[in-house]
């Protein structure tokens, strides 16, 4: 019998490679639980939200209306109509849904921000939820309509919808109502407790599964811009004199001297890199500032991850339940914790931080293929019979376009905020929307690494050409060239090169030249 790849959800405890692993489902997908403790926790708080409604206790959301309407009390005949209210009216989301790893995120870290016990959902009600992600069952959630504070209210709406027989799903490739995809995986929805629909709602569950997601491809994205840097230095007969321990001890930013470790180990042993000459005694900025740049743009990814670390494992919803252990009493908090802020800036911050990965790689890519920039160390746009061939000319052109789309990307959204709920909910932090530009910047990056990566492996075989077939890469670089070789040939020819670009990228994307590079160097 094959044993499950389980993770306990405990409200506390929950890492990126976890939400990676359930976002993903790679190498198989987890079995979510609810861990004994956290479970004993969210039924006393669920008893607790029962406690005050037996008392008359008035409390936000649960006895009151929401945002503007905060003053209207709700009889006590009606406090679930109001749950199952909130989830209807604020289900206003627009445009295209989320994929379906960005969904399985959004739900993963729902449920474990309600697992930490200070929401008021039952149980059962938070079961259902982990259910569906066990299930497959995928809330069709549109990607806009946050605002980021008060939570992701509209998005959210839409992941509990299902669990109220309310609307769509994706359930094993085919959108279907909810009711349906709960009837084909033998479970039913169910009626709303007070205080449930506020919970389900009311967090920044949307925004921390786009900063883990992003996060996680920003890091993988920033070593292979390095790698690319290392074989655009080999290929223009740079030299590796500038990525010394020395230099950088003397300007001690952690990460500048990370990456200037790391080049060094991916270029050791390099016979493509240039000796010391009192003619040419140092590179353009693009390749001797590598580490300066690429590190502070490690910076800043460093700083993403230790926000989502912490918001991962943070209840965001409001009101809270508190119950003191000695005497029982119970408290009915109403704070902030939704708002998106810290989120908002840290993907606002990795978006013009990663922006500079691409700009800096189009710039080597122009060096690439402009042979006057090069000194005449590779032929006019890379191509041996230029004028008849244009060769990667127009590669370049297509990396420029990327690179100006993203610095448009990068203003801020962080810094705009609109007023919303009659000014009751008067600042807001635009988090979903920094974090859907974030992506669309990862992916312009993406491509722009692509085609760098195809443009140093084409010079590195003008390079042999002409030092030698026999001369030896760097210990990394040898094993980015060869995946490169493996999957994109030499263009001798002008060819369509878009599904090249393509075959290129995926590399990018699926980690294969960053797992080439770690595979050369470990056998070494």
């Not at 206003?92 to 870290?109: K, N, W, Y």
């Amino acid at each position: 019998m094959i044993e499950l790849n389980i993770i306990q959800l405990d409200g506390a405890s929950l890492t990126f490679d976890q939400v990676q692993a359930v976002a993903y489902g790679q190498p198989n997908t987890p079995h979510v639980q609810i861990g004994a403790e956290a479970a004993q926790r969210v039924a006393r708080a669920a008893d607790a939200v029962q406690t005050l409604l037996k008392r008359g206790v008035i409390a936000y959301g649960i006895t009151t209306g929401f945002g503007a309407f905060k003053d209207r009390i709700i009889p006590p005949d009606q406090v679930e109509r109001l749950q199952h209210n909130i989830l209807v009216s604020h289900a206003v989301g627009v445009g295209d849904p989320f994929d379906i790893p960005t969904t399985r995120a959004i739900m993963l870290i729902r449920a474990n921000t309600l697992a930490r016990g200070h929401s008021g959902i039952r149980p059962s009600t938070l079961q259902l939820l982990i259910d569906m992600l066990n299930a497959g069952i995928h809330p069709v959630i549109p990607e806009k309509g946050s605002l980021g504070a008060s939570g992701d209210l509209a998005p959210l709406a839409h992941m509990s919808l299902p669990i109220i027989g309310e609307g769509l799903v994706e359930y094993e490739g085919n959108v279907l109502s909810g009711n349906e995809a709960f009837k084909r995986a033998g479970l039913a929805p169910i009626k709303l407790a007070a205080k449930e629909g506020l919970a389900l709602t009311n967090g920044t569950s949307v925004m921390t599964a786009l900063g883990v997601l992003e996060t996680l491809r920003a890091e993988r994205y920033s070593q292979t811009a390095d790698i690319a840097g290392c074989l655009s230095l080999e290929a223009l007969n740079g030299t590796d004199l500038a990525f010394d321990e020395r230099i950088h001890n003397l300007r001690p930013y952690p990460r500048q001297k990370e990456c200037a470790g790391y080049l060094r180990s991916v270029l050791k042993d390099s016979q493509f890199t240039r000796e010391h000459s009192s003619l040419n005694v140092q590179d353009a900025y693009t390749l001797r500032c590598i580490p300066q740049v690429h590190g502070a743009v490690r910076d800043a990814i460093a700083y993403s991850r230790w926000v989502f670390e912490i918001e991962l494992n943070a209840v965001t919803d409001n009101p809270l339940i508190f119950i003191d252990d000695t005497t029982g009493e119970i408290s009915v908090l109403s704070g902030g914790n939704f708002h998106g802020e810290p989120l908002a800036i840290a993907m606002d911050y990795m978006a013009f931080a990663v922006s500079e990965l691409g700009n800096i790689s189009e710039r080597r890519i122009m060096r690439l293929t402009d042979e006057c920039s090069n000194t005449h160390t590779l032929p006019a746009f890379l191509t041996p019979d230029g004028g008849l061939n244009s060769g990667f000319m127009i590669m370049q052109y297509t990396a420029a376009a990327l690179a100006t789309e993203n610095k448009v990307l990068s203003h801020p959204a962080s810094v705009d905020t609109i007023p919303t709920s009659a000014n009751v909910e008067d600042h807001v932090s635009m988090g979903v929307t920094a974090g859907l530009k974030l992506r669309d910047i990862l992916g312009n990056v993406e491509r722009i690494l692509a085609i760098e990566l195809m443009s140093a492996a084409q010079g590195i075989d003008f390079r042999r050409q002409a030092i030698g077939a026999e001369k030896q890469l760097g210990r990394g670089t040898r094993g980015a060239y060869t995946l490169m070789r493996k999957h994109i040939p030499f263009i001798d020819a002008d060819t369509i090169m878009s599904g090249f670009i393509e075959q290129s990228r995926l590399l990018v994307a699926n980690g294969e030249i960053v797992e080439s590079v770690e595979r050369a160097l470990a056998s070494l």
